[in-house]
Nanobody
């Protein structure tokens, strides 16, 4: 099973940008769909973005389309999430996760391996 470690979270003002990364180990990620899921305080986990194993197709959740961008570098075994024009409602713990090829990446239950999360706080 692949191990995932997120980094890059922090505090940013509304309208600002932040990039978070997910470094994988234990197994190459080039056989997985990779995704980002977030969980705000008191709320359920929410799908944010995902990318297919080749990096050719991306998927985005409601509310982040046009502001967030997911990418991957299989040679570095790393996945990235670039977040622009951040809003206070984007405040959450952001988790990197891996799903099998062919999974419905918009479903939280599709993800089999999870990182510990990195906190993103957007101040108004």
């Amino acid at each position: 099973q692949v191990q995932l470690v997120e980094s890059g979270g922090g505090l940013v003002q509304a309208g600002g940008s932040l990039s978070v990364s997910c470094a994988a180990s234990g197994r190459a990620i080039n056989t997985y769909y990779m995704g980002w899921v977030r969980q705000a305080p008191g709320k359920e986990r929410e799908f944010v973005a995902a990318i297919d194993w080749r990096g050719r197709t991306t998927y985005y959740g409601n509310g982040v389309q046009g502001r967030f961008s997911i990418s991957r570098d299989n040679a570095k075994n790393t996945v990235y999430l670039q977040m622009n024009n951040l809003k206070p409602e984007d405040t959450a713990a952001y988790y990197c996760a891996a799903a099998d090829v062919g999974s419905n990446v918009r479903l939280i239950d599709s993800y089999r391996s999870w990182g510990q999360g990195t906190l993103v706080t957007v101040s108004s």
